[in-house]
């Protein structure tokens, strides 16, 4: 049966062929992972685990919109191929509003969508924000908590329920999966964690959960329960519900255990003024390559999720820090589906060749990396953080610098011997096609800013250039002097903390100039991410 929400205004809906145009911007793609290198007691954590992850999708579209559960249920039950391209479109977003197109509804009948999501009644904005600045104590707690909802009682009172009480019956059925996964695993960082993470769901207190999970040092990575708070419009503090469920990779792990031992030599290098350089870092958080199996909820809508920094509750960060999840085998869809095809477009065909998936990864390695490295400090020794110095600046600088310091650092462990010969050649061209791709996300965001300006810095000094028909190459004489300068005067800013500095720079080199534009202009039919299948999930979840 169709509700009458689907009756209502169908002028005014895409249509079949309109829908299938929204989908055809995600590329279908299957995801696969390798488990021959799994102990048979380590596989079979794997079935309850995911059955426990695929259940944050419904505690996920519940969160999203209260009328998501009965939509689905009707579009479900449409077997048109109208109400099948409408069912599509609802599970690659999450709801009846694409993503990719400022939340428009696709459906007929949908209201735009609630920025509070069922966080909180939608009268109630004013009421909470008055409660966040004003309330103590427990009220206040229970007010900001990542952990519960606004609800109006039967006489209007608002009161903030924990999670493991609305969505106690779900949250039961989850917890039981954890166990089960728990009972099988032989890994006791794992064990530790699935255990914590059950009872967290049942008592609300995820405290010791999170600490578990920074310490995972198993081959199966699991991330699940509420995290992210971007679904929350009104106050980013209400977290949802979203699983990734993955597999250490032990190789990458490896080669970044190898490059984190030599970053220190890489800081006493860097090309800046000694002063600004840091003697003795810190220890860098510490960052896992995985490869995914499956990911659900709030983790898979839209553009998928190819890496993450958790937990976000900060007295476990202060205590314990963040841990950064690489998803490579995402990543080397993302560059198959989408970044290999832009590469066609925009670079010459000599450079096209040496476009690598290797050269991509490494250097988002280094990116992530690199953010650990330069000046943190304006002056350093000051006190006084790059970040206050350059205020909203400071973000797309940031990247910037993380990208071509990035990009400096893989040459000098190429002239080391720490990295392959081979990876000279390969990197510079996979940049110059990634900065293509990363422009298209446009530039009201700090990397689509930040990579404009890199790339707008080195065509002026001549390491890349325009050949006809609107394509570019590296130039091999000029790119490394350009790179190294780019890191130079960026960090240099940051050093200085000169924040009318950054704003020119931005204003001059953070634009798309016509040069490049026109090579944006032909991507349009390329995909802008992938649709992912979880062939191994469900594979796994037959057994
Ligand atoms: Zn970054």
């Not at 031992?261 to 600004?276: F, G, K, N, V």
């Not at 095809?341 to 990116?367: D, G, N, W």
């Not at 890349?464 to 800013?493: N, P, Q, W, Y």
């Amino acid at each position: 049966m169709i509700s009458s929400l689907l009756l209502l205004s169908l002028a005014a809906s895409p249509n079949e062929s309109a829908l299938k145009a929204q989908l055809a911007r995600f590329a279908p793609t299957e995801i696969r992972v390798d488990l021959k290198s799994l102990p048979a007691s380590e596989r079979a954590v794997l079935p309850p685990l995911l059955r426990a992850a695929g259940r944050m999708d419904s505690l996920y579209l519940a969160q999203v919109w209260a009328g998501n559960a009965q939509l689905l249920l009707d579009l479900s039950q449409d077997a048109t191929p109208l109400g099948k391209a409408r069912l599509h479109d609802f599970i690659v977003n999450k709801g009846p509003w694409s993503r990719l197109d400022g939340d428009a509804p696709f459906l007929p009948g949908i209201p735009p969508k609630p920025a509070e999501a069922s966080y909180y009644p939608s009268d109630s904005r004013a009421e909470v924000d008055k409660l966040i600045k004003g309330a103590t104590g427990d009220l206040k707690q229970q007010v900001t908590s990542f952990y519960t909802v606004g609800r109006r009682t039967e006489s209007g009172a608002l009161v903030f329920l924990p999670y493991s009480s609305v969505y106690q019956e779900a949250l039961a059925l989850v917890a039981t999966d954890l166990r089960e996964a728990a009972k099988a695993t032989q890994q006791p960082s794992l064990r530790t964690f699935l255990e914590a993470r059950a009872a967290a769901l049942l008592s609300n207190d995820y405290r010791a959960s999170d600490i578990a999970w920074m310490d995972l040092d198993s081959s199966i990575e699991p991330t699940l329960g509420p995290y992210e708070v971007y679904e929350d419009g009104w106050f980013n503090l209400k977290a949802a519900f979203e699983a990734f469920i993955s597999i250490t990779d032990a190789a990458e792990t490896k080669k970044l255990q190898s490059l984190g031992a030599r970053l220190q030599d890489l800081e006493d290098h860097l090309p800046i003024d000694h002063e600004y350089r840091n003697p003795k870092l810190g220890s860098a958080a510490p960052i896992k390559v995985v490869n995914e199996i499956f990911c659900a909820g709030d983790a898979n809508h839209g553009v998928q999720t190819a890496a993450y920094n958790l937990p976000n509750d900060e007295e476990i960060t202060r205590a314990k820090g963040t841990k950064r999840v690489m998803l490579k085998n995402v990543q080397e869809a993302k560059f198959q589906k989408v970044l290999l095809p832009i590469s066609k477009q925009v670079l010459s065909p000599a450079a096209q060749k040496h476009v690598s998936f290797e050269a991509f990864f490494t250097h988002i390695l280094m990116h992530e990396l690199m953010h650990g490295l330069g000046p943190h400090e304006a002056p350093p020794g000051s006190q006084k953080t790059v970040r206050e110095a350059l205020g909203n600046t400071y973000g797309t600088l940031e990247e910037a610098k993380a990208d071509i310091s990035g990009l400096w650092a893989l040459q000098q462990l190429v002239d080391k011997g720490a990295l392959p010969k081979s990876l000279e050649q390969s990197m510079y061209s996979t940049f110059l096609a990634s900065a293509f791709r990363t422009l298209r996300f446009g530039l009201n965001e700090a990397h689509g800013r930040g990579q404009a300006l890199q790339l707008n810095y080195l065509l002026d000094k001549g390491a890349f250039r325009k050949i006809a028909g609107c394509r570019f190459e590296v130039d091999e004489s000029k790119v490394k002097d350009g790179v190294r300068d780019l890191t130079h005067d960026i960090m240099t800013l940051q050093a200085e903390g000169n924040r009318a500095k950054a704003e020119s720079m931005l204003s001059t080199l953070g634009v798309i100039r016509p040069d490049v534009k026109c090579a944006l202009d032909r991507l349009g039919k390329i995909p802008v991410d992938i649709e992912p299948k979880f062939v191994t999930a469900e594979g796994l979840s037959k057994e």
